[in-house]
Every structure is written in structure tokens, then in C-alpha cells.
């Protein structure tokens, strides 16, 4: 009897469980918890998804993107892309709202820090498409839409949404006053 339930356990295990890291070809990040992950889903608007609160074409990148992984319907959150930057992945997705694709990259998930279905994007493409499409484009989409910020250096230094929240709270984001005196106390 335990031969047997051995056996059906073998058998059951693939059903019951499926291996996102199966052809994935990801890059790891050497990040606490991840995997590689590729799988089907549809790109979604996450506060339409939880709350019924939708906008058109997914909110025109001012919402945050989820995807509704096919075999299980879990909502999976894809914080980044495939740059270095930790920018986020709704540039990336956004061309696809709605629609059915297939995605590669890194699943974080452990328990002893929180993580779950937290999803680090890097290759994208429509179900049926052979070709796939780097995760990439995040700072070129700054760049275009941020022309009088040109320059060298990293993108946040030359942000003016970012500049214009130092300015107004200071770098700590606590006040100008409390910069003030974080800045006499630590660097004066």
C-alpha cells in the first residue's frame, strides 16, 4: 500500500505543481528568495483587478501592472524590469494591457521576509509571438519624455519630478529644516 501511494504521489506532483523555472532562460539578480519564472498571464491593472476602480488602457502608465498568472489565476507583481535601475516594469507592460503574453524573468518569493509573487521582469511577448522583447526600455522612455534633462550622470539626479520633491522636502524627505541640520550634524 505505500508502494502505491508512492507511486501516485510521482505521478501527482507535476499535475499538481508546475515548474516556472522550466525554459526559463533569466539572468539572476542574486536577489534573497528568487527563481526563475517563466509563465502565461494576462497584463492587468492591479487597482482594477482588486477594487473594480478601472481606467482606460490601464490607466496610461499611471497605475501600477500585475499579471494573472493562466494555470492558477494568482496576481503577480512585477516590481522591475530588466535594468539595474529598480524602476518598475509598467513601461514594459503597458503596450500590452489586456492581453495574453508570455513573460520570463525572476519570481521572489520566501516567507521568512514577506515576498510573494513579487516579479522582476525581463523578457516579454504575445502569446503566439516567437519573438520575444527585452524588458529594457525604461530609461529610454525617461529620456524621451524628459528631453531638458539631458546630461551625464544617473537619471534621478537630473529628474525634475525628483528635484522638485528635494526641493520641497529635502532629501530625507523630512523637511528642508531637517536636512538642514542632518547635513551640519553628519557632513560639517
Known amino acids: 500500500m505505500k508502494l502505491l501511494f508512492t507511486f501516485l504521489a510521482l505521478i501527482a506532483s507535476p499535475l499538481m505543481a508546475q515548474d516556472y523555472a522550466a525554459n526559463s532562460t533569466a539572468r539572476s539578480w542574486n536577489l534573497y528568495g528568487e527563481s526563475p519564472a517563466r509563465f502565461e498571464a494576462q497584463v492587468v491593472d492591479i487597482l482594477c483587478e482588486l477594487t473594480g476602480d478601472c481606467a482606460e488602457n490601464c490607466g496610461d502608465g499611471r497605475?501600477?501592472?500585475?499579471?494573472?498568472?493562466?494555470?492558477?489565476?494568482?496576481?503577480?507583481?512585477?516590481?522591475?524590469?530588466?535594468?539595474?535601475?529598480f524602476t518598475g516594469a509598467v513601461v514594459e507592460l503597458l503596450p500590452f494591457c489586456g492581453k495574453n503574453v508570455e513573460v520570463d524573468g525572476l519570481l521572489i518569493e520566501d516567507e521568512d521576509v514577506g515576498a510573494k509573487n513579487i516579479y522582476l521582469v525581463q523578457k516579454i511577448r504575445l502569446m503566439g509571438d516567437?519573438?520575444?522583447?527585452?524588458?529594457?526600455?525604461?530609461?529610454?522612455?525617461?529620456?524621451?519624455?524628459?528631453?531638458?534633462?539631458?546630461?551625464?550622470?544617473?537619471?534621478?539626479?537630473?529628474?525634475?519630478?525628483?528635484?522638485?520633491?528635494?526641493?520641497?522636502?529635502?532629501?530625507?524627505?523630512?523637511?528642508?529644516?531637517?536636512?538642514?541640520?542632518?547635513?551640519?550634524?553628519w557632513f560639517e
Open 130 to 185: 516567437d519573438t520575444w522583447i527585452k524588458a529594457n526600455r525604461w530609461t529610454k522612455e525617461w529620456a524621451r519624455a524628459n528631453p531638458e534633462a539631458k546630461g551625464k550622470g544617473p537619471w534621478f539626479r537630473r529628474d525634475p519630478h525628483v528635484n522638485a520633491a528635494i526641493m520641497a522636502e529635502g532629501h530625507l524627505g523630512l523637511g528642508l529644516e531637517t536636512d538642514e541640520a542632518f547635513i551640519r550634524e
Open 63 to 85: 497605475r501600477q501592472l500585475g499579471l494573472v498568472r493562466a494555470n492558477d489565476n494568482a496576481l503577480i507583481f512585477p516590481n522591475k524590469n530588466a535594468q539595474a535601475a
